[in-house]
Nanobody
Framework: QVQLVESGGGLVQAGGSLRLSCVASGRTFTSNAMAWFRQAPGKEREFVAA????????HYADSVKGRFTISRDNAKNTVYLQMNSLKPEDTAVYYC??????????????WGQGTQVTVSS
């Protein structure tokens, strides 16, 4: 498995931006597809974005397309989520996740502890 530590969450006004970071250790980082998920209070955890180990392939949930960008720096074992034009409905705990092999929207087996993002109206 991979150990994941997220950072970068916080409180921001609607329309603002945040960048989340996730540092990985353990299983070779470049063999992992990486993703971000989120869970709002009272709701199930949902897929946000994913990136292949090369960074050449990305997937996004419809709700964040055009506003969020996932990227990775394999030299730093880090994946990022740049969040722009934030909305109150983006408020959630954001989790970083990893899986061996191809990028996908499910099937992740390593999870971080989460970082809180709160967007005020």
């Amino acid at each position: 498995q991979v150990q994941l530590v997220e950072s970068g969450g916080g409180l921001v006004q609607a329309g603002g931006s945040l960048r989340l970071s996730c540092v990985a250790s353990g299983r070779t980082f470049t063999s992992n597809a990486m993703a971000w998920f989120r869970q709002a209070p009272g709701k199930e955890r949902e897929f946000v974005a994913a990136i292949s180990w090369t960074g050449s392939t990305t997937h996004y949930a419809d709700s964040v397309k055009g506003r969020f960008t996932i990227s990775r720096d394999n030299a730093k074992n880090t994946v990022y989520l740049q969040m722009n034009s934030l909305k109150p409905e983006d408020t959630a705990v954001y989790y970083c996740a990893a899986r061996a092999g191809v990028v996908a929207v499910s099937g992740y087996d390593s999870w971080g502890q989460g970082t809180q993002v709160t967007v005020s109206s």
